[in-house]
């Protein structure tokens, strides 16, 4: 049973242009939630997403970030004219159930570096 | 506004002993305390999950408890092994929201 994927791995982007960052949850998981992590801090909730909806975006900068978990396929977190402070690492978890006591599984994250 | 302190941004300590960290909050009243190891370049992994109404939790060689009138959480490693060096990441959440909020993380070196 494969775990969470993300990819890419790493994403180079320069000022002003778009990031599309894709994960797959587990097997069975129709629970996905993305993360942020800047350099030395801690992880920052953004998003959390079932199959087709946005259940809590609260985390998620009201401008130029976009998420989706569509019925078929990845879910995609988007960043639209990427600016420097953007760079971090960006980590999805998935859980096959809704509730905080169920285990969250991470992903190997996304490192996105903007020139 | 709500904060979680985690001890020091690194703790060293000889293999063997056993590593205590710390997860401290404030303006918060979470029902669920979760640790989290993570090594670098890699994404967390989940390792126990404590209830406010558990006072302990044990899993192998680890060991946490939630004290909700100190609100503080104590992670224990005991017979610590080089392999355990790694950052832990505390999380909370309350019983009705979606989400954890994270702590900023201390790093283990546990030297041979």
């Known amino acids: 049973n494969a775990g969470v994927m993300q990819n890419p791995r790493h994403l180079v982007r320069r000022r002003g242009q778009e990031a599309r960052l894709r994960c797959s949850p587990m097997?069975?998981?129709?629970?996905v939630y993305w993360y942020r992590q800047l350099p030395e801090e801690g992880l920052k909730f953004m998003v959390y997403l079932q199959k087709e909806n946005i259940i809590d975006e609260s985390g998620m900068p009201k401008e130029r970030f976009s998420a989706e978990f569509p019925k078929e396929g990845p879910s995609i977190l988007r960043i639209q004219q990427v600016v420097r402070g953007d760079s971090a690492a960006y980590f999805c978890?998935?859980?096959?159930?809704?509730?905080?006591?169920?285990?969250?599984?991470f992903g190997p994250g996304t490192r996105l570096l903007v020139l | 506004s709500q904060k979680i302190e985690q001890n020091s941004e690194a703790l060293n300590i000889q293999e063997g002993k056993t590593a205590t960290l710390t997860c401290n909050y404030t303006?918060?009243?979470?029902?669920?305390l979760q640790w989290y190891r993570q090594d670098p370049g890699r994404g967390p992994v989940f390792l126990l999950l404590?209830?406010?109404?558990?006072k302990e939790k044990r899993k192998e060689r680890l060991k946490v408890t939630f004290d909700t009138t100190l609100k503080q959480s104590l992670f224990h490693i005991t017979a610590s092994q080089p392999a355990d060096s790694a950052t832990y990441l505390c999380?909370?959440?309350?019983?009705?929201?979606?989400?954890?909020?994270f702590g900023p993380g201390t790093r283990l070196s546990v030297l041979p």
């Open positions: 303006n918060y009243s979470p029902a669920y």
């Open positions: 097997k069975g998981h129709s629970h």
């Open positions: 999380a909370l959440a309350a019983n009705y929201g979606q989400n954890f909020v």
């Open positions: 978890a998935s859980s096959n159930r809704a509730g905080v006591q169920e285990t969250q599984y």
């Open positions: 404590i209830r406010e109404n558990e």
